[in-house]
């Protein structure tokens, strides 16, 4: 299998260890967080391995930074798929299927508030572009905008059989969202697992972990909500670790403790407990998923001749952004004693 | 000229409280806007983590805000007078989507996480701290134009 995997794809593996080879340190975070202002972190930035991204910037802002590392994954993503071949090309649009599913929501939200549609584009990932994007404007109905959005697109495949056209405008755009990815997510591990090998052990145990993920992370989020019992639990992702008797029972619970206690049973517990760093209260049950998600990604570089190198790749590259965005936002909003609540990658 | 001198002393008396009323209410509306301050950078770093946390500055953005080409809405929060004509209140009304008065949380997500929860506490605090300096602030004014009044009759004895 090894050799047969290097032949097609070891290059582009190799390729993508020496991208997760030049992601941010330790060292290169206390630099950052050492910064007085946006411009002294562009020029850190420049220092590291994302190189003159800033050469032809004039005004510095948290935007422009974003733009920018967004724009350096970008290309280092589509190297990697224009080289690609057979599963491999189906794998990595996998990847950018998250990112199409949050570009349909934002333009639906936008176009919901009569923005303009370019300046919606302007917003969207540009991970997450397919041609069919700009179609969705010239909807002037739901059963268009159905058609438009999700018969015509890549997400087509991700529609769950439950939706009609003609209630497709009265479900809200996050509840969509909800359904699509778990369907999206149901799908990549099913795909997953037919390609067998140490792709299938590493990315399904990373997807276990993601529906699992979210499951919880809906069951808390809806617990101040109206969302009845049979709307949430069509949004959990079947996929995962939980059995499908935790699912149900998560569906219904509208106390947080016994969601603790639930996940103290599924071996989720310590998502729940305070951690020393959080001294005010910025840490909440996302970032410590995030944590674990981090360990996670950087344990399947232990193992060679696989795909989940390139996913574990999009995931730790997007934490990273994450991170230089919160210590710019800290810089930028004169807050600099949270600058330290960033999620640190434990590469080394 | 005893009569004037007692009213003098009074008037002198009668400053000094003000005064002191003065300071007082310096005191109350500096910490106010301190208050006020600390509110809205927290409700700030708290929209930047929910950011952080759903990735990506479009989890919460410009795009989810209605413009006003949307669809028309009522104010969950207003600004009245209050019994007293010189004091501002503010008037807190019910989520009622049926009549127009909409969550300006269900903008952004229907499943909002405990961080865009927290910035919205923030916010209404600042709202709150908002009429309380305003209040502060009339008072305060107020008090000045006495204290020039005052000084300006005992200036003229």
Same mark, same amino acid.
């Given at each position: 299998? $090894? ?11 190799g390729i993508?260890?020496?991208?997760? *080879?030049?992601?941010?340190k ?7 967080t ?17 190189g003159?991204?800033f050469a032809?910037d #004039?005004k510095f802002? %948290? ?7 967004g ?17 491999l090309?189906?794998?990595l649009?996998y990847i950018?299927y998250?990112?199409?599913?949050d ?5 639906? $939200?936008?176009l919901n508030?009569? #923005? ?6 302007e917003?969207? *990932? ?10 969705i404007?010239?909807a002037?109905?739901s059963?268009e905008l159905?058609n ?15 939706f ?9 755009v996050e ?6 990815y778990?369907?999206?997510l ?8 037919g390609?067998g090998g140490?792709?299938?052990d %590493?990315?399904?145990?990373l997807l276990?972990?993601e529906?699992? =993920? #979210?499951v919880?992370?809906?069951t808390?989020?809806a617990?101040?909500?109206?969302l009845t019992?049979?709307?949430?639990l069509?949004?959990?992702?079947t ?9 149900r029972?998560l $569906?219904?619970?509208?106390d947080y403790? #016994?969601?603790r206690?639930?996940c103290?049973?599924?071996g989720?517990?310590?998502m729940?407990e ?6 005010d209260?910025?840490?909440g049950?996302?970032?410590r998923?995030?944590?674990?998600e981090a360990?996670? *990604? ?5 193992q060679q001749?696989?795909?989940?190198v390139?996913y574990?790749y999009?995931?730790?590259k997007?934490l990273e952004?994450r991170?230089i965005?919160w210590?710019c936002?800290?810089?930028?909003? =004169?807050?600099?004693?949270k600058v330290n609540?960033y ?6 | 000229m005893?009569?004037? @001198?007692?009213?003098k002393?009074a008037a002198g008396q ?5 005064y002191l009323?003065?300071f007082h209410?310096?005191e !109350?509306h ?7 301050e600390?509110?809205?950078a ?7 983590r929910t950011r ?8 919460v953005? @410009?795009?989810q805000?209605?413009t006003?080409n949307?669809? !028309?809405?009522?104010?969950l929060?207003r600004?009245i007078?209050? @019994?007293d ?5 503010? !008037? &807190?009304? !019910? ?7 909409v969550e300006?949380?269900h903008?952004?997500?229907v499943?909002p996480p405990?961080?865009?929860r927290?910035a919205?506490?923030?916010? &209404?605090?600042?709202?709150e701290?908002?009429?309380e300096?305003?209040n502060?602030q009339?008072q305060l004014?107020d ?5 020039? @009044?005052? &000084?300006?009759?005992?200036l003229k004895?």
């Open positions: 299998m $090894s050799l047969l995997f290097n032949t097609e794809w070891g290059f582009l593996e993508v260890r020496g991208f997760k *080879n030049g992601m941010l330790h060292s290169d975070y206390l630099a950052l050492q910064c007085d202002s946006i411009e002294d972190v562009m020029m850190s930035i420049q220092g590291t391995d994302y003159n991204i032809n #004039r802002s %948290v935007d422009l930074i974003e733009k920018r590392l724009e350096k994954l970008l290309h280092e993503f589509n190297y990697i798929r224009a080289h690609s071949t057979e599963p090309s189906s794998f649009e950018r998250p990112y199409m599913i570009n349909v929501s934002l333009l639906i $939200s936008g508030n009569n #923005r303009p549609m370019k300046r919606l584009l917003m969207c *990932n540009p991970l997450g572009y397919f041609d069919q994007l700009a179609a404007e010239v002037v109905s059963v159905f438009a959005v999700l018969i015509d697109t890549p997400l087509a495949k991700f529609i769950p059989p439950e009609h056209e003609d209630t497709f405008g009265e479900i809200d509840i969509v969202r909800g359904l699509l778990r369907s999206y149901e799908s990549y591990y099913a795909f997953c697992q390609l140490t792709t299938s %590493v990315m399904c145990k276990s972990f529906a699992d =993920r #979210r919880i992370t809906i808390v989020n617990l101040p909500t109206n019992p049979n709307d949430r069509k949004m959990y992702p996929c995962g670790q939980l059995p499908d008797l935790a699912l029972t $569906s219904e619970i509208v403790e #016994r969601v206690d639930m103290n049973f599924a989720y517990g310590d729940f305070n951690i020393e760093r959080d001294t209260g910025l840490i049950l996302e970032d998923f995030l944590m674990l360990k996670n *990604n950087v344990y399947s570089y232990l001749f696989h795909f989940g390139f574990s999009v995931k730790l997007q952004v991170n965005i210590i936002e800290c810089i930028a909003q =004169r807050q600099t004693d609540a999620i640190p990658i434990p590469l080394e | 005893v009569a004037e @001198k007692l009213d002393e009668l400053l000094d409280a003000m009323d003065m209410l310096i !109350e500096t910490q106010c806007r301190v208050n006020l600390r509110a809205n927290s409700g700030a770093i708290l929209l930047a952080f946390q759903a990735g990506g500055c479009n989890s953005s @410009k795009a805000i209605p006003e949307s669809a !028309e809405f009522n104010a929060c600004v007078k209050a @019994k004509e010189n004091e501002v209140n503010i !008037e &807190r009304h !019910e989520v009622d989507k049926a009549n127009g008065y300006p949380l903008w952004f997500s499943l405990m961080s865009l927290h919205v506490t923030k916010f &209404r605090d600042c709202i701290l908002v009429a300096s305003t502060l009339r004014t008090v000045l134009s006495w204290i020039s @009044k005052l &000084r300006q009759s005992v004895q």
